[in-house]
């Protein structure tokens, strides 16, 4: 089983940064790709960029490509986003979760963090 604690997120202005961490309890965190989602008020989760288990391949929606990058260190079982240019509509609960490489959708059966929130003001 692996536990999942979000941090790092709050309120910044239109083309600021946050980086957001997600640290990971449970021996076998390296084993998993893992990824982060978002979900704005009203709105479906979706998905935001994933980092396989190794963190040599990483995969970015196409909303963040270019802005945001995920990456992650094994020795301390944390994944980190790094969130740059950030737009009013980036803001949204940011969540990390385990996941499958290819399968850029949120599952129930993965585990999840309980999220933290960005908000990026104009």
């Known amino acids: 089983q692996v536990q999942l604690v979000e941090s790092g997120g709050g309120l910044v202005q239109a083309g600021g940064s946050l980086r957001l961490s997600c640290a990971a309890s449970?021996?076998?965190?390296?084993?998993?790709?893992m990824g982060w989602f978002r979900q704005a008020p009203g709105k479906a989760r979706e998905f935001v960029a994933a980092i396989s288990w190794s963190g040599v391949n990483t995969y970015s929606a196409d909303s963040v490509k270019g802005r945001f990058i995920i990456s992650r260190d094994n020795a301390k079982n944390t994944v980190y986003l790094q969130m740059n240019s950030l737009k009013p509509e980036d803001t949204a609960v940011y969540y990390c979760?385990?996941?499958?490489?290819?399968?850029?959708?949120?599952?129930?059966?993965?585990?999840w963090g309980q999220g933290t929130q960005v908000t990026v003001s104009s």
């Open positions: 979760a385990t996941m499958s490489w290819g399968t850029y959708y949120p599952r129930s059966n993965d585990y």
């Open positions: 449970g021996r076998t965190f390296s084993s998993y790709t």
